[in-house]
DNA sequence: CGAGGCCTTGAACAAATTCAACAGAAGTGG
DNA sequence: CCACTTCTGTTGAATTTGTTCAAGGCCTCG
């Protein structure tokens, strides 16, 4: 596996890109590279803040907790990705969890690191603002939808964007590994209206399921319920 | 009425505070001052971005459209806030619309000289940034209310943070004019259960009403329903 | 191989929306 | 200034959507 300077070989990883030349041996000195098990939470909603992390490879749930048994998954994360970084702020705790889908490797940065990173990599901390805004507008577009849109369109919408973000397998399902119960928590509902919904797409013959596994047949049909 | 050099007199306006003194004349020269009548849209969703605001006096709503005759509120700001910020990022179009909810005044920055300071200002753009991490965690949260607290709680908690961002007036109301169907559009349901809940509030002494006029009672009871 | 977690399904239930109807307030235009 | 229209507020009843409860089967992991 090639790694370059600080751990991350990856073009979408925007720390790689972002830093000028000359503060990349530093940042070597301060990453520490972490592997995390499936289901391992990387931190934790309420805990404090001590940094941010990379997903260098695997794939990550954000989630918010709401009562013991009830969470929100705020964002999926994969390879390349910013973790954390809500962590940025005047509170000083995490506001949500990050719990690994699958076995991955993270790279870490303290946060008084990263944040002399910010200071002098004029480039990034401008990319990480328009992160943010674009992060915003997303969240917030989800906000609507979750309050306006039928439980069927969100479904719909949530495995066409798992869709365009994680792609597909060699034999055309999806290419995450998430739970029923992790769909529901995602499209802000309760796992048994996430089977019955999924059914119905399948009569529809919109989907195809095999297992866990999900093949989306006729994008357009979705569409119609996810709207836009 | 004091005014600075470029048109804002208020300690809570942001780009006043840190932009470099040596800016501000330059700033001065680009700023244009507007009127906004009450109900009159200040940008509108899908138009495309001109330029950045900040609220010198005035209320505002930024809604997000579903329907003809559904939209969610996804934010109230006034004096000394930032509007149209959520038109930053690659998108040149604006995701929301921005309605006056009194008649207000405003000072707007062109996309391009904001820019500018943004590369010049880099505390400016630091706070942008955090601003922007608060806002997104501030996001993330009302989603997961949205998703999961049941109405009677989300309008507590809409009645809470109004309060808390707007105060009362000398009688104790709460010092917003916002319609039942924007209170309906805010926490993402309709005006009739709007009504409906708040009238249960007042039965149980939380709350008084007069006219579309709120006055807080009892926070603790309130805050029994908002959790947290 | 046992236990716990996840999937599957049906039926009862509850929360909130929709529909309908009217009263009052506020604005509009002659 | 008054009639008219339109918007907001108020209320009850019907309806729908989605949740909750319950229970059995399956799969996986230790």
Redesign the interface.
């Known amino acids: 596996m090639k790694r370059n300077k600080h751990g991350c070989d990856l073009k979408s990883c925007f720390l790689c890109q972002l830093c000028s030349k000359d503060w990349l041996p530093a940042l070597d000195t301060h990453r520490q590279s972490f592997h995390v098990n499936k289901g391992e939470m990387l931190f934790s909603e309420g805990s404090e803040v001590t940094g941010i992390y990379f997903i260098y490879k695997g794939t990550f749930k954000v989630h918010?907790k709401?009562?013991d048994d009830?969470?929100?998954i705020?964002r999926l994360a994969k390879d390349g990705a910013i973790l954390g970084?809500?962590g940025?702020?005047?509170?000083i705790y995490y506001?949500?969890s990050a719990t690994a889908l699958e076995p991955s490797e993270v790279c870490f940065i303290d946060l008084g690191f990263f944040q002399s990173t910010?200071?002098v990599n004029?480039q990034f901390?401008?990319e990480?603002?328009?992160f943010?805004?674009?992060?915003?507008?997303e969240?917030?577009?989800?906000?609507?939808n979750?309050?306006?849109?039928p439980v069927k369109g969100r479904i719909a919408q949530a495995l066409l964007s798992m869709h365009a973000k994680f792609g597909t397998t060699a034999d055309g399902f999806i290419d995450i590994n998430l739970s029923r119960q992790d769909l529901a928590s995602y499209t802000?509902t309760t796992y048994e209206t996430v089977f019955r919904i999924m059914n119905e797409m399948v009569q529809e013959g919109s989907l195809a399921l095999q297992g866990k596994h999900i093949c989306i047949l006729d994008t357009n049909k979705l569409n119609e319920h996810a709207g836009e």
Chains 1, 2 share one sequence.
């Open positions: 918010k709401w009562t009830k969470e929100l705020v970084h809500r940025l702020g005047n509170d506001p949500v910010l200071k004029y901390l401008y990480l603002m328009m943010f805004a674009g992060e915003l507008k969240s917030e577009k989800r906000m609507r979750l309050a306006h849109m802000g």
